[in-house]
């Protein structure tokens, strides 16, 4: 091998172990970044020595898919489970202590008192003021629920910004990869940036992805609809200023396609804004149809009857009156136009002894003919058919026939079993996002510990070629030695 040869080596190795170091530590430096890839030198052999050919990025395509999907579960069932919490203390206040079914249990126990003294004017006003709370909560669920919805509107519209920008951040960072490709660049840092990307738009719609032709990506939504495409494709919505029962909130659209949106306590929303549009006008929609339903039941148990008259609205009332509101059918916001009869309540001048005899709504309707002050029979009637059966719509998510004091209960029992299995189920999502995570973080993450065994082995190596580049020099020195 002539001297020439030998130093070849030693500068092309020097070289070749430069880059290598640089890479290294690189991936030692970014060791901590979950959106970095490990950077692997491929050296191949020259004439002579060896050089650092190409710089490759570690992946793992059917791991980040799975992580992708993985994301969106979680994301879209977090958003339902946290809204679920936020509803249970703004509707059912804390232990359900605010809840329509606890202020008519605390109603059913003031009506058996004052059915066992009849006299006691006292007793009666305590009626007035327990169905005053059980109005109170009926119409104080309604104001926050369709509070609620407002807010979750005013999310949604901030995801779809959000969603946006995204998308807008992707179209720069795709570009860069494509002209990158296209010119043979080192595009790593790209790449990590759009997968990096990738993640985050995964968390407000579920995404699937195709690689074309210099690395150019095009991403989809799970029902197909083109997300991203050399371009993004709009995602828009248009929020409300304010809800009322009954109204449907707008849809999500994606490149003009409407996002559906997640049904169920185990959601098979993929994404944030799947989530947020079932809180939105699906359990909201639901809850606020049962408290419809429990006001329905109240204003018909309280109903003041009359031979060939028809049943007229006796202690709760509401905009409709004096009708009684159609059995089996679900009124649209009566939770929150449900009221105390101004004819019985005493802070408003009525007077509390008509129900204990009936005729509020005018003398027909009058049952203590007789004017006893002992009479009780009215609020014992009232306080069975508290217990009584009667038919509910099925449209409120309960089917049943029960009593309305039954019903409220039931409604409470709906709710927490929704948000159990929400619960449930965020966590065994996020255990699986994590899960999907570490695993992809260990095939295409740094592990410091290898990075500087490698280290120490590019010491090594560069130790050598410069024991090569010494003795190179030493034998030429002597040579030039020799020739002076």
Same mark, same amino acid.
Not at 206 to 212: E, I, K, L, M, Q
Not at 264 to 288: E, F, I, P, Y
Not at 319 to 326: D, E, L, N, T, V
């Given at each position: 091998m002539s001297l020439s040869s030998a130093l070849s080596i030693a500068q092309s190795s020097l070289q070749t172990t430069s880059r290598q170091t640089a890479v290294v530590s690189r991936n030692v430096a970014d060791a901590s970044n979950p959106d970095y890839a490990r950077r692997i030198v491929h050296v191949v052999s020259t004439d002579p020595g060896a050089r650092a050919a190409q710089i490759q990025r570690a992946t793992n395509d059917q791991l980040f898919r799975q992580n992708l999907g993985a994301l969106s579960a979680w994301a879209g069932q977090s958003a339902l489970y946290d809204g679920l919490d936020q509803l249970d203390?703004?509707?059912?206040?804390? #232990?359900?202590?605010?809840?329509?079914?606890?202020?008519?249990?605390?109603?059913?126990?003031?009506?058996?008192?004052?059915?066992?003294?009849?006299?006691?004017?006292?007793?009666?006003?305590?009626? &007035? #003021?327990?169905?005053?709370?059980?109005?109170?909560?009926?119409?104080? =669920?309604?104001?926050? &629920?369709?509070?609620?919805?407002?807010?979750?509107d005013g999310q949604i519209a901030t995801a779809v910004g959000e969603l946006n920008g995204l998308l807008a951040q992707f179209k720069d960072a795709n570009t860069a990869v494509v002209s990158g490709s296209r010119s043979g660049t080192d595009v790593s840092d790209a790449l990590d940036q759009r997968d990096a990307l990738l993640k985050k738009i995964a968390e407000y719609v579920?995404?699937?992805?195709?690689?074309?032709a210099d690395n150019d990506m095009v991403i989809t939504t799970a029902d197909g609809t083109t997300l991203f495409e050399t371009i993004p494709r709009s995602v828009s919505f248009q929020p409300q200023a304010g809800y009322t029962a009954g109204v449907q909130g707008n849809a999500v659209y994606i490149d003009n396609v409407p996002l559906a949106a997640g049904t169920?306590?185990?959601? #098979? @929303?993929?994404?944030?804004?799947?989530?947020?549009?079932?809180?939105? #006008?699906?359990?909201?929609?639901?809850?606020? @149809?049962?408290?419809?339903?429990?006001?329905?039941?109240?204003?018909?148990?309280?109903?003041?009857?009359?031979?060939?008259?028809?049943?007229?609205?006796?202690?709760?009332?509401?905009? =409709?009156?004096?009708?009684?509101?159609?059995?089996?059918?679900?009124?649209?916001?009566?939770?929150?136009?449900?009221?105390?009869?101004?004819?019985?309540?005493?802070?408003? %001048?009525?007077?509390?002894?008509?129900?204990?005899?009936?005729?509020?709504? %005018?003398?027909?309707?009058?049952?203590?003919?007789?004017?006893?002050?002992?009479?009780?029979?009215?609020?014992?009637?009232? =306080?069975?058919?508290?217990?009584?059966?009667?038919?509910?719509s099925p449209a409120a998510g309960i089917n049943a026939s029960v009593s309305v004091s039954a019903y409220s209960a039931s409604a409470i029992g709906w709710f927490e079993g929704v948000r159990k299995q929400a619960s449930t189920a965020a966590d065994a999502k996020e255990a699986l996002s994590t899960r999907t995570a570490e695993a992809l973080s260990n095939k295409t993450g740094v592990n410091v510990d290898t990075e500087l065994s490698l280290l120490l082995d590019l010491e090594h190596t560069y130790q050598a070629s410069a024991r090569i580049l010494t003795s190179v020099n030493q034998m030429l020195d002597s040579l030039m030695e020799a020739v002076r």
């Open positions: 203390l703004a509707v059912n206040g804390v #232990d359900n202590a605010s809840s329509a079914s606890a202020a008519i249990g605390d109603l059913q126990q003031a009506l058996q008192l004052y059915a066992t003294s009849p006299s006691n004017q006292n007793l009666g006003t305590a009626v &007035i #003021d327990a169905a005053r709370q059980v109005v109170r909560s009926l119409n104080d =669920g309604t104001d926050a &629920i369709q509070k609620f919805r407002t807010d979750t579920p995404v699937s992805t195709v690689t074309r169920g306590g185990n959601t #098979d @929303a993929g994404g944030k804004l799947a989530g947020l549009v079932q809180l939105r #006008d699906g359990v909201t929609g639901t809850m606020q @149809a049962q408290l419809d339903e429990i006001a329905r039941g109240l204003i018909t148990a309280f109903a003041e009857t009359a031979p060939a008259q028809p049943n007229a609205a006796g202690l709760f009332t509401w905009s =409709g009156a004096p009708a009684i509101p159609a059995a089996g059918t679900l009124v649209n916001g009566l939770a929150g136009q449900i009221r105390i009869n101004s004819a019985m309540d005493p802070s408003a %001048g009525g007077d509390v002894t008509l129900l204990r005899d009936g005729g509020a709504n %005018g003398a027909a309707y009058m049952a203590n003919t007789t004017g006893g002050a002992s009479y009780a029979d009215l609020l014992i009637a009232y =306080g069975n058919k508290l217990n009584e059966p009667m038919a509910f």
